[in-house]
């Protein structure tokens, strides 16, 4: 059995797209199971670059079947787009893309509130994608959801949805927003939503049942360990699990299933919106990091915040996902620097603090304690053996894997699937064992 989740232990954004891009191949399956269209996940092949958001990034292999699980929110308008961006590149979803009946439908008055909220925290904003992730996920967990099935009821469907537009609007309403008009939203929302049809599956079912034939899966995670709602810098998280737990729950796979997780690890850090970063460089290093890193959202195009590696936060990452292997991407961004810290602990009122405090506003007062390191000044970009790293970056990854007390399996030099150095004892080059359903 071998049923491995992909994981970020950032913020986000540490290239999750490009490594599923290249471990797909030796899976049968990929499947998404939380988040939405908040993610964005770059895939760079030759000089060709695909951005998904939605679906999972092993549709670009086009023998490889891929799900939208239970645990993901889906805005139809969003998944449309995808597919039709895919259908213009020459990919075709159809026959091997499902999505879950199961899961819950973004709806406009989600996008709505969405903005109406965070308009009203103000200077407290999250800083969301505002595409109404987590006002669909709370309709969730007050059981008011409208699910991607219940577009074969369409009559019930529309019944629900008038009823919660009136919610909606009271609250609206009282944030000064405009209200909505629930048939003629009704009406829009529906013509792009019953195009979903043909892809609704029982997709536990399937997962299931491939993985007692034998099959592997691949499990694609959205956003970071620090955005997870419960395990993140809480409030300034997103509204699902992201870290691995999420994975069974939001696929409908036992954990006992579960065989293994690979956290991807930029090798400096970033973030996108509001909360505490101890880490952050708001100078020269700063922006340099955000240059040569293009460090721009790839689902809103808002400059990342960008800062130190922070062991503090990847060692926390780690034990909470149960890592067995660390992806290390963008390494050669930091070629240039003269020298590189590495936050191993934070001082908290006189007080060291070697692990995660709980909550933001304490996170908030942290400053971080560094090690610094000699940078290298030498060009990695493109390296594929280890052994033509230079020392000071050997000695840079060998500190982050005992730091955070994991091996290092991958190091990512630059965009492009090539671009990547795979360790050859590691647990990550047995999942790259091809099967027989695996790569050619
Ligand atoms: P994801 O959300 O985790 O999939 O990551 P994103 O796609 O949002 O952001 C990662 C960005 O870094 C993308 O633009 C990738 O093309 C790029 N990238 C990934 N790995 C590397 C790398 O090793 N070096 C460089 N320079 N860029 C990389
Ligand atoms: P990928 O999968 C980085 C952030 C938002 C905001 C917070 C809540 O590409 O790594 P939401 O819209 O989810 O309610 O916003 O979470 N966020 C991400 N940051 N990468 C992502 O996805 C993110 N998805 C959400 O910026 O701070
Ligand atoms: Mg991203």
Redesign the pocket.
């Known amino acids: 059995m071998k049923n491995v989740v992909v994981v970020?232990t950032q913020w986000?954004?540490?290239?999750?797209?490009?490594m599923v891009d290249i471990l797909a191949p030796y899976f049968d399956i990929v499947v998404r199971y939380q988040g939405g269209h908040n993610?964005?996940?770059?895939?760079?092949i030759g000089d060709r670059?695909f951005?998904l958001h939605l679906i999972p990034?092993g549709i670009l292999h086009s023998e490889r079947a891929c799900i939208i699980g239970n645990g993901v929110v889906v805005d139809p308008r969003a998944f449309n787009s995808e597919l039709e961006e895919l259908h213009q590149s020459g990919i075709e979803s159809e026959g091997r893309l499902f999505l879950s009946n199961r899961a819950h439908l973004i709806l406009p008055y989600h996008v709505a509130l969405d903005c109406a909220r965070e308009k009203r925290l103000g200077a407290n904003s999250v800083g969301t994608t505002m595409r109404g992730i987590g006002p669909a996920y709370e309709d969730k967990a007050a059981r008011t959801g409208v699910r991607v099935g219940d577009l074969l009821y369409p009559d019930l469907l529309r019944a629900h949805v008038r009823k919660n537009v009136e919610d909606a609007n009271h609250e609206l309403v009282s944030l000064g927003a405009d209200p909505l008009d629930a048939e003629q939203l009704l009406d829009e929302y529906l013509s792009e939503a019953l195009r979903l049809k043909p892809f609704i599956s029982d997709t536990a079912a399937m997962i299931n049942t491939a993985v007692s034939e034998g099959k592997s899966l691949l499990l694609e995670g959205?956003q970071g360990a620090m955005l997870d709602i419960d395990h993140g810098t809480y409030p300034f998280v997103t509204s699902s699990n992201a870290t691995t737990g999420g994975a069974a729950t939001g696929c409908g796979l036992a954990p006992k299933r579960i065989t293994g997780a690979l956290g991807?690890t930029k090798a400096y850090t970033t973030r996108v919106g509001g909360g505490p970063f101890p880490t952050e460089l708001l100078d020269e290093t700063g922006r340099h990091l955000r240059e040569?890193?293009?460090e721009y959202?790839?689902s809103t195009g808002r400059p990342r915040r960008t800062g130190w590696f922070d062991a503090v936060v990847v060692s926390y990452s780690n034990m909470l996902n149960g890592i067995d292997a660390m992806a290390l991407?963008?390494?050669?961004?930091l070629d240039d620097l003269e020298e590189i810290k590495i936050c191993t602990a934070y001082e908290y009122r006189g007080e060291t603090l070697k692990e995660m405090p709980y909550g933001a506003s304490l996170l908030d007062e942290c400053e971080p304690v560094y090690e610094t390191f000699p940078g290298w000044k030498t060009d990695t970009?493109g390296l594929t053996e280890y052994d033509q790293l230079p020392e000071a970056a050997k000695n840079y990854i060998r500190r982050i894997e005992e730091l955070c007390h994991a091996p290092v399996a991958l190091i990512?030099?630059?965009?492009e699937r090539s671009?990547t150095i795979i360790r050859k004892v590691s647990i990550v080059s047995d999942w790259m064992k091809y099967t027989e359903r695996g790569a050619k």
């Open positions: 970020g986000g954004d540490e290239g999750k797209g490009k993610a964005g996940h770059t895939v760079r670059q951005i990034s959205a991807i040569r890193g293009n959202g790839a991407t963008k390494l050669d961004v970009v990512s030099t630059g965009p671009e």
